[in-house]
T-cell receptor
Framework: EAGVTQFPSHSVIEKGQTVTLRCDPISGHDNLYWYRRVMGKEIKFLLHFVKESKQDESGMPNNRFLAERTGGTYSTLKVQPAELEDSGVYFCASSPILAGQETQYFGPGTRLLVL | AQSVTQPDIHITVSEGASLELRCNYSYGATPYLFWYVQSPGQGLQLLLKYFSGDTLVQGIKGFEAEFKRSQSSFNLRKPSVHWSDAAEYFC????????????FGTGTQLKVEL
């Protein structure tokens, strides 16, 4: 079974540019999460999809970040325009919907550097 | 709000020595607790998890963790460390109130000396 995949693995952009990150969850996982780790800090929750609906977007830093999950399959996270403080590693995770706590399976992350 | 503290940013142990990584959490109810590991260039891999029941949890790669409610701790242990265990380790608490989002600690970087 394929794991969670993320594309690109690395991205280097200039301040003010736009970047779109993609996440493909494990097939059949209706829950999809985005997290971010800024250098030297903890991994922080950004948002949670259940199928195509945003369940919780309380962690989104500001309106320069837009996440979508059309059709309830893969998800994209767009940063527009990018700022220096957006640099970090963006992780995606997915889990099935089960009774009780589901285990989240993480992708390898996208390393974003904004210059 | 829930929080996780990993007091040790860096730990160095000799290969074959025992290991204990500390994790303390703050959560209003019975927590769901996780340990993840990130090897260089890799994603986060689940080592073990605690939802309920037996407070001593066994995981992959010979790791175990013990949930101690009285101490709000969930320390990770391994009796004999291998060089391949060098990685960054993250403790996390799950939001049982719905949504299941994870709150992570800042991570502990483990170095193994040969």
């Amino acid at each position: 079974e394929a794991g969670v995949t993320q594309f690109p693995s690395h991205s280097v952009i200039e301040k003010g540019q736009t970047v779109t990150l993609r996440c493909d969850p494990i097939s059949g996982h209706d829950n999809l999460y985005w997290y971010r780790r800024v250098m030297g800090k903890e991994i922080k929750f950004l948002l949670h999809f259940v199928k195509e609906s945003k369940q919780d977007e309380s962690g989104m830093p500001n309106n320069r970040f837009l996440a979508e999950r059309t059709g309830g399959t893969y998800s994209t996270l767009k940063v527009q325009p990018a700022e220096l403080e957006d640099s970090g590693v963006y992780f995606c995770a997915s889990s099935p919907i089960l009774a009780g706590q589901e285990t989240q399976y993480f992708g390898p992350g996208t390393r974003l550097l904004v210059l | 709000a829930q929080s996780v503290t990993q007091p040790d940013i860096h730990i160095t142990v000799s290969e074959g020595a025992s290991l204990e990584l500390r994790c303390n959490y703050s959560y209003g109810a019975t927590p769901y607790l996780f340990w993840y590991v990130q090897s260089p260039g890799q994603g986060l891999q689940l080592l073990l998890k605690y939802f309920s029941g037996d407070t001593l949890v066994q995981g992959i790669k010979g790791f175990e963790a013990e949930f101690k409610r009285s101490q709000s701790s969930f320390n990770l242990r391994k009796p004999s460390v291998h060089w391949s265990d060098a990685a960054e380790y993250f403790c996390a608490v799950g939001d049982t109130g719905g949504g299941n989002k994870l709150t992570f600690g800042t991570g502990t970087q483990l170095k193994v000396e040969l």
